[in-house]
C-alpha cells in the first residue's frame, strides 16, 4: 500500500494556511456574534462595556420592542412578496436579454452592448426617476420597488458572457432535434446555468430584502412598508431622548436604543441568511456537468 508522505515545507505552509484562514474567519464571525448577543443584552451592560460575547444578563426588551408594532408581520409580507416577485423579474429578464445578446450573429448586437454598458457608467439620476415612476402611476404600489431595478447592467454581462461559454454543439443538436429557441433556453440553456442563476438570484434576493431607500421615496402608504423601512422607523423612535418625548403619551416607555439597534439587524438578517444553505451547493457546481452526464 502506497503511503503519502508529507514534506516539512508542505505542512508549514498547510498550518499557517489554516491558521490565517482561521483567524479571517474569526475576525468574520466576532462582530456577529456581538449583534446577536447584544441584542439580548441590558442597555447598561452596552453602556459600561465597549465588547462583549456573552451578556451578563439577557433581555429580550429590544425583541418585545419590535415585535409589539401591529404592522411588523404585515411589512415581513411585503418584504418577502418583493423579494420573490422582484428576483424572478429579474431573473426573467436578464435571462431574455442575455440569452440573443450571446449570439454574435445578432444584427445590432453591439449597439444594444454599448448602451447596456452606458447605462452602468450614467443614470437619469434621482428626481427624473421619481418623475417617470410617478408618470407610470407606480406610486404607492409595489411595483415601484421591483420594475426600476429590473435588470442590473453587470449581472446581464455576465450572464451573457456566461451563455457564450456554452457548447454551441448542444444548442445545434437541439435544433436538429426540432427545438424552438424557447425550447433551448429553458431545456438546454437554464439546466446548464443553476450555478450563475443561483449566484444571481441570490444577490438580487439580498439587493430587494435590504432596499429601503426606493421604499421611503415612492410608498407614502405606511401599510405597504417593507420590513427595512418599519425597522428604521423604530429605530429613529428609539433613539428619542427623554427631554424630546414631552410631547408623547404619557405611558411612552423609552425603549433601551442599543438593544434594539442589535435586534433590528438580527430581525432584518437572519431570514435572508437563512437562504444560503438551499443554493450553496449550486455555487461549487461545474458548469457542463449536466452535459457531461447527460
Not at 205 to 224: E, M, P, R, S
Not at 272 to 291: E, M, N
Request: positive net charge; proline residues 5%; contains cysteine.
Amino acid at each position: 500500500m502506497n503511503k503519502h508522505y508529507r514534506t516539512v515545507p508542505s505542512t508549514i505552509f498547510d498550518v499557517l494556511n489554516y491558521t490565517l484562514l482561521g483567524l479571517f474567519a474569526l475576525v468574520t464571525i466576532l462582530p456577529f456574534i456581538y449583534v446577536v448577543s447584544g441584542s439580548f443584552a441590558t442597555e447598561a451592560e452596552h453602556t459600561q462595556k465597549a465588547f462583549f460575547l456573552i451578556p451578563e444578563t439577557f433581555t429580550l426588551a429590544g425583541y418585545q420592542y419590535i415585535f409589539s408594532s401591529n404592522t411588523l408581520f404585515k411589512s415581513i409580507g411585503v418584504s418577502i412578496y418583493v423579494t420573490v416577485v422582484g428576483t424572478l423579474t429579474n431573473l426573467l429578464f436578464t435571462v431574455t436579454m442575455a440569452y440573443p445578446l450571446a449570439r454574435r450573429d445578432l444584427m445590432g448586437r453591439n449597439t444594444v452592448l454599448n448602451l447596456v454598458v452606458f447605462s452602468m457608467l450614467f443614470s437619469g439620476g434621482l428626481i427624473p426617476g421619481y418623475i417617470l415612476v410617478r408618470s407610470l402611476g407606480m406610486l404607492d404600489t409595489y411595483w415601484a420597488l421591483i420594475l426600476p431595478g429590473a435588470i442590473s447592467a453587470f449581472n446581464l454581462i455576465v450572464v451573457k458572457n456566461f451563455f457564450q461559454e456554452l457548447p454551441a454543439g448542444l444548442e445545434e443538436s437541439a435544433r436538429i432535434d426540432g427545438c424552438t429557441e424557447i425550447g433551448v433556453l429553458w431545456r438546454i440553456v437554464l439546466p446548464l446555468s443553476k450555478p450563475v442563476l443561483a449566484t444571481f438570484g441570490l444577490f438580487y434576493a439580498v439587493g430587494h430584502w435590504n432596499n429601503f431607500f426606493n421604499a421611503l421615496l415612492y410608498i407614502n402608504d405606511a401599510t405597504k412598508w417593507p420590513l427595512q423601512v418599519l425597522l428604521r422607523q423604530m429605530v429613529m423612535l428609539s433613539q428619542i431622548s427623554l427631554g424630546d418625548s414631552s410631547n408623547l403619551d404619557p405611558t411612552f416607555v423609552q425603549p433601551p436604543e442599543q438593544t434594539v439597534k442589535m435586534a433590528v439587524i438580527v430581525v432584518g438578517t437572519v431570514p435572508i441568511l437563512l437562504v444560503y444553505p438551499f443554493l450553496q451547493k449550486h455555487f461549487a457546481k461545474g458548469v457542463l456537468i449536466g452535459s457531461i452526464k447527460g
